[in-house]
C-alpha cells in the first residue's frame, strides 16, 4: 500500500515539506524553502529513524546551502518498497532523489546509518560527490552483535536530549521490529572500515566523547591514520550520538569551518555547552586557511 500524500499538519521546521516519487515509492523530504545560489546539501538520517531529527541542524545551514532532508524509502513519511533495501540500495536511492530534484553533485551530511550509506554513495557516484560529512558513523564491529548494539543504543537514550525520544519513538515504531532485524543484518555485511578508508573526497568525521556506540578517540584516531585520505576528525565534547539533535550549533559551526578549509575552533555561539576540537588532520586534507 502506498503512503498516503499528506503533509504534517504542523510543520517541524522553517524547511519547506514536499513529496516526490522514487522508484514508484512515495517519499517525504524537507527542502530550503528558498534554495539559495550555494552548492547542495543533503542530510541522511540514522537507523529506523526519519529526518525530522536532523533538522535542527540543517535549520541553521539553510541559507547557506540549498539542503536537502529526504526520509529515505522505508523510513519515516516515506513508502515502504516491495522488499527492504538495505546500505548500496539506499545510496542508489539517494543518487535517484538527486536526480529527481536536478542536482548533479552534493555534500552529503549523515548521521550513524546514514554514514555508510555516504560511504556506499561515494563508491558507486565518486564524480557526484563534494564532500562527505560523517558524525557519529555506525554499523562496523563495534555494534555487533544485534545485543551489543542493543545495549548501546539504551545506554545513549539515557545520554540523548529527553526531547529526543518524542521525535524518535513514533518513528522507530513506524520502522517495526522486523525491519529493524533485517537492516541490522544488512549493516553488519556492509564492508564500512573499508569503504570509508577509500574515500578520496575532503571527508569530516563528527564524534561525542559519551557516545556508546563509537570507539574511544585513540581508537578513532589509528583508524584515521591508516590511510593518506583527506579525512578531519573532530571531537565534541559531552555529545553523545545523535549529535545533530543535541548540539546543532556546534555541529552546524564545525560543518562551516570544514566547507571553507578553516581552522577549527570552539563555538563562539555556544559558550558553556561544550567544547569542540580537532583529533586528526589526514595529510591529504586541505589545510586550513589562515589569514581570512
Known amino acids: 500500500m502506498r503512503q498516503e500524500k499528506r503533509l504534517p499538519r504542523r510543520p517541524a521546521s522553517e ?3 514536499r513529496w516526490t516519487t522514487i ?3 512515495d517519499v517525504f523530504y524537507r527542502e530550503s524553502p528558498e534554495p539559495p545560489d550555494a552548492p547542495a546539501m543533503m542530510h541522511l538520517h540514522g537507523f529506523g529513524l526519519s529526518g525530522r531529527y536532523l533538522l535542527p541542524t540543517d535549520s541553521l545551514l539553510r541559507n547557506e546551502f540549498h539542503t536537502l532532508v529526504p526520509d529515505l524509502p522505508g523510513f519515516g513519511r516515506s513508502g515502504k518498497p516491495s522488499e527492504p533495501l538495505d546500505v548500496p540500495d539506499l545510496a542508489h536511492a539517494a543518487a535517484r532523489f538527486l536526480d529527481d530534484r536536478g542536482i548533479d553533485t552534493v555534500t552529503l551530511v549523515g548521521n550513524s546509518m546514514g554514514c555508510p550509506v555516504i560511504c556506499e554513495f561515494a563508491y558507486h557516484y565518486p564524480e557526484r560527490l563534494d564532500r562527505a560529512v ?5 554499523g562496523g564491529v563495534n555494534n555487533q552483535p544485534l545485543r551489543r548494539a542493543i545495549a548501546q543504543l539504551t545506554r545513549d537514550g539515557r545520554r540523548e536530549p529527553p526531547k529526543l525520544m518524542r521525535v524518535a519513538t513514533p518513528d522507530y515504531l513506524r520502522f517495526g521490529v522486523p525491519s529493524t532485524v533485517k537492516m541490522f543484518r544488512a549493516l553488519t555485511r556492509y564492508p ?4 570509508l578508508l577509500a574515500l578520496q573526497i575532503p571527508t569530516l568525521v563528527v564524534i561525542g566523547d559519551r557516545d556508546p556506540l ?3 578517540p585513540a581508537r578513532v584516531k589509528e583508524i584515521a591514520s591508516r590511510t593518506d585520505n583527506h579525512v578531519l576528525v573532530v571531537m565534541i565534547e559531552g555529545a553523545a550520538h545523535a549529535i545533530n539533535f543535541s548540539h546543532p550549533g556546534e ?4 560543518i562551516r569551518l570544514f566547507m571553507a578549509d578553516q581552522p577549527i575552533f570552539d563555538d563562539p555561539d555556544s559558550p558553556g555547552h561544550s567544547r ?5 588532520r589526514g595529510a591529504l586534507h586541505p589545510r586550513p586557511k589562515t589569514g581570512t
Open 23 to 25: 522508484d514508484g515509492v
Open 134 to 138: 560523517l558524525v557519529s558513523p555506525a
Open 251 to 254: 555541529l552546524a559551526h564545525i
Open 192 to 195: 564500512s572500515l573499508e569503504r
Open 15 to 17: 524547511l519547506a515539506e
Open 214 to 216: 563509537m570507539p574511544g
Open 276 to 280: 569542540l576540537f580537532e583529533v586528526h
